[in-house]
């Protein structure tokens, strides 16, 4: 990972902290990148923040979590234990580092922390499974069961635990407990796309073809998603001869998941089984680049660029190949044919003469075939992700069956900071920045004109853009934004009325997650030029995701009170919380502020509005905001108001369709939302299955 220009953060926090560090303000800046999903930036924010007060646990405690969700679990380990150095009371500590220990393989490890963690908060259906799990993994079934059987006796409907343990009864080859499981999870839930996904891989395993793909069809349906079923369909597919049906799954795997080893090799091996070679190199070359000790690739490749006319390229994979398989038979042949072909007839003698000693030796010394091998030999069209046996270059890649097992575990980790009810829900607001997602060919609403001409007269650092979608900022980036801070500060030094540098800035501090700071930037933007109208698109948008990160907050803290309450007595370093009417009067008061809030939001809306009536996507914000407040029909007139001055506008058609539905108007929100798929919002189909039922 690359670092960031340390004297550019500092020349940022001068900015806005002054002469001297503030951790608070700092730490509170990485917690509202790490829950916003910039985990790269958050690390950096909480390295400052050691760096100044290295006696606190928090920013420890954050970065471990920040490197958990950038899967650097080995960190993530470490900075746990230094976090419970400073203070060993806190729960999230524990599940944290046992939730890394669990993904090292280090199970043992996972179970002493969420054992620990038991002691201070035991009704942490979060460490409890993932304890359960951990036993599993550990091969301990007994104690997993237990486990599990625990959380269903105390909460008979919860169903991760029928989930986990039908998973565990699986991995233990019991696949009628794993079924009656599942069957007990659909009877409670008929939309858990995970229960059909570990139903089809029990089907799959009993040799139940079509019905393990009935199950994948529904869990793709309710999950669309979700890579793995779809790599898992194109198996069942290709074991019943569906080849354009597998191609068409590994395709839209890839679209998910491009770096799908699994899902590029199969499509690669396909790709050759119907001729399109060049595609097949491409898919092969990307296999390799990957993992470039996959020989079973590479003689693919090898294979491909013979047929293609790159013979020098196949002789150097052939080569790498026979390199490591020394008494590989097919290798040598192909070898001397394309040698033969480059006019090398010598080296074509010598390794037609090769392959055929060695199949001469192999012929005195072959063991009798079993009844076992010709069955493998016959009818199996596929081989584990670990069977490296070259021989079986030509069949399709399953995922191992411990790797199987695993994924259909659901080991729970959230931290705290980045916790959010993401079921069911709008499809996000529209702001302006930088950046958009890579590959993001969704049709963007209705530019704004002013924008256009700022662009036009090149005021910015940077090309301004109409999204929807966060983007994880990568190290360059962040060290774009703070040469680019600096720059806007030099700007406004020398003209405190710039108002593209107070704009440009001000999207900068956005994407670094320094809300505060943006905020500031867009109501001094606001008291020079009150018409200037991108600025009420993104003062709305910081002062949307401030209420959404402090809302979090509130609703962590009073989890956490909640659960700490009877341990507050024994353990001082948790502070504990009794449900009082004060605190319920507490409650209501911070539902109106938080309403209150959001009608500031309105009203900046409303200025876009008032100042351009045809800029559709602030209709479309401005719903957003009244379906949070409860007033759908305010919603609704305005998704449709979004909708006419833009008729191929997606997300208004699924946010009109959802906020129909829980306006109590179920048949016109389903037609909503049927459009919202036929436009390209899959999530669209497993709302109206949820609904129609």
């Not at 199949?359 to 079993?370: H, S, V």
């Not at 905020?519 to 709305?540: F, G």
């Not at 959001?598 to 509005?609: E, F, L, N, P």
């Not at 949070?628 to 305005?638: C, P, V």
Request: glycine share 6%; proline share 3%; aromatic share 10%.
């Amino acid at each position: 990972m690359r670092r960031i220009v340390w004297g550019l953060l500092f020349s940022l926090f001068s900015l806005s902290l002054h002469a001297q560090l503030n951790t608070d303000r700092v730490l509170s800046i990485g917690r509202n990148a790490l829950y916003f999903e910039d985990y790269v930036l958050s690390i950096q924010y909480f390295n400052q923040v050691i760096q100044a007060k290295p006696y606190l646990y928090e920013p420890y405690y954050y970065r471990g979590i920040a490197k958990v969700l950038l899967e650097d679990y080995k960190g993530a380990e470490e900075d746990c234990t230094l976090a419970l150095e400073r203070n060993p009371f806190v729960v999230g500590v524990y599940s944290c580092r046992g939730y890394a220990r669990q993904q090292l393989g280090n199970y043992a490890g996972a179970i002493a922390d969420y054992s620990k963690g038991l002691e201070y908060d035991p009704v942490n259906n979060q460490l409890w499974m993932n304890r359960g799990i951990a036993y599993a993994q550990n091969k301990e079934y007994d104690k997993a069961e237990s486990e599990f059987s625990h959380l269903i006796s105390r909460q008979p409907s919860y169903v991760p635990a029928y989930l986990n343990r039908s998973a565990m009864n699986l991995e233990n080859k019991d696949t009628v407990k794993a079924l009656q499981d599942i069957d007990t999870v659909l009877k409670m839930d008929k939309n858990s796309s995970r229960a059909y996904g570990i139903r089809a891989v029990i089907l799959s395993h009993k040799g139940e073809l079509s019905s393990a793909l009935v199950d994948l069809n529904e869990a793709i349906r309710l999950d669309p998603r979700n890579a793995g079923y779809y790599i898992n369909r194109g198996i069942i597919r290709y074991r019943l001869n569906d080849l354009r049906g597998t191609m068409n799954d590994y395709d839209k795997a890839l679209n998910l998941d491009p770096s799908n080893l699994i899902a590029l090799f199969n499509r690669g091996l396909l790709r050759s089984m119907v001729g399109d070679n060049n595609k097949a190199i491409e898919d092969f070359d990307k296999v390799i680049c990957l993992e470039p000790d996959n020989y079973i690739a590479i003689y693919n490749r090898a294979l491909l660029r013979s047929e293609t006319g790159d013979q020098d390229g196949a002789i150097k994979d052939y080569s790498t190949v026979i390199k490591k398989y020394t008494d590989f038979v097919p290798a040598y042949y192909a070898r001397s044919e394309a040698r033969k072909k480059m006019n090398d007839l010598r080296g074509a003698e010598i390794d037609y003469t090769t392959a055929m000693t060695l199949e001469m030796n192999r012929g005195k010394n072959a063991p009798k075939k079993t009844e076992e091998t010709e069955k493998d030999d016959a009818d199996d069209k596929v081989r584990e992700n670990s069977d490296q046996n070259i021989g079986k270059f030509n069949r399709l890649v399953v995922a191992d069956n411990e790797d199987e097992s695993k994924r259909n575990y659901s080991s729970e980790y959230r931290g705290r900071v980045q916790n959010r009810n993401v079921s069911i829900g709008l499809q996000p607001s529209y702001f302006l920045s930088w950046y958009k997602q890579e590959n993001d060919l969704r049709h963007v609403p209705y530019y704004i004109g002013v924008v256009e001409d700022i662009n036009k007269k090149n005021s910015l650092n940077n090309y301004l853009l109409l999204t929807n979608r966060d983007i994880t900022l990568t190290s360059d980036q962040v060290s774009e934004r703070f040469t680019s801070i600096d720059y806007y500060s030099k700007r406004i030094g020398a003209d405190s009325t710039d108002v593209s540098a107070y704009m440009g800035r001000a999207v900068d501090f956005m994407l670094i997650q320094d809300l505060k700071s943006a905020l500031e930037d867009c109501n001094t933007l606001v008291r020079i030029d009150p018409d200037y109208l991108p600025v009420y698109m993104n003062r709305a948008l910081i002062l949307s995701k401030e209420l959404e990160y402090a809302n979090a907050m509130k609703q962590n803290e009073e989890e956490e009170n909640a659960a700490n309450t009877l341990q507050s007595l024994d353990f001082p370093g948790i502070k504990g919380s009794k449900i009082t009417s004060s605190r319920l009067k507490s409650q209501a008061d911070d539902f109106r502020n938080a309403n209150a809030e959001r009608w500031k939001i309105v009203s900046d809306y409303a200025k876009i509005i008032s100042l351009d009536p045809k800029f559709v996507t602030a209709y479309y914000n401005r719903a957003n905001i009244y379906s949070e407040l409860k007033e759908y029909q305010r919603a609704i007139d305005d998704y449709t108001r979004a909708i006419e001055l833009d008729p191929e506008f997606a997300e208004a058609y699924f946010n009109r369709g959802l906020t129909r539905v829980l306006a109590g108007k179920g048949k016109e929100g389903i037609a909503d939302l049927s459009k919202a798929g036929e436009l390209g919002i899959p999530e669209a189909y497993n709302i109206i299955k949820r609904y129609s039922e």
